[in-house]
């Protein structure tokens, strides 16, 4: 029994262990009522079968009349920040904000009470039309060449039994000249 972290707590510091046996009850607690409190303690998130996706979003970004590679040559964040950017562009345009659906989701029927509030986190239309003229400079500084004309097509791709790439739809995003 001494051997134990818990009984070694309480001999050096009771506030302390029963600081670690109340967040453990806690814990313990929320995971069965179906809390999610923290990513590290919401075992369900690891336990499901991942399902097999039918297709897969992959943008093509033309500057110039040339196609952008951006696999390859760019650093891993300039991908990121070229890729995420234009991932939530092509949600809102689409679609509501994600965020809001998000805030809806988690907060139910309290959504109005931070209604007045979520609007200064939540994108507005404004800011929704300057995104090409921000994508556009970003190109700019990427590619280090003047960017005159940028557009920016959505391919939803599926693979087929043979391994070859088969494009199902291309949505064009971006369109500016």
């Avoid at 670690?20 to 079968?49: D, H, R």
Wanted: hydrophobic share 40%; glycine share 4%.
């Amino acid at each position: 029994m001494e051997k134990f972290f818990l009984y070694k707590v309480y001999r050096y510091n009771k506030k302390l262990f029963f600081f670690f046996l109340i967040f453990a009850g806690l814990t313990l607690f929320c995971n069965f009522a179906g809390f999610e409190i923290t990513p590290f303690y919401v075992w369900g998130m690891y336990s499901q079968k991942e399902a097999p996706v039918k297709e897969y979003p992959i943008f093509r970004i033309t500057a110039n009349g040339k196609i952008i590679d951006y696999s390859a040559g760019y650093f891993p964040a300039t991908r990121f920040f070229l890729l995420s950017p234009l991932s939530y562009y092509a949600s809102i345009k689409n679609e509501d904000d994600p965020i809001k659906f998000f805030l809806k989701e988690k907060l139910k029927g309290k959504y109005e009470n931070v209604e007045p509030y979520a609007n200064r986190v939540l994108n507005s239309q404004k800011e929704i039309e300057e995104f090409p003229g921000w994508l556009k400079r970003y190109v700019e500084q990427s590619t280090g060449e003047k960017v005159k004309d940028l557009k920016v097509e959505l391919l939803f791709v599926s693979y087929e039994n043979n391994n070859s790439i088969t494009i199902n739809s291309i949505h064009t995003l971006i369109d500016e000249k």
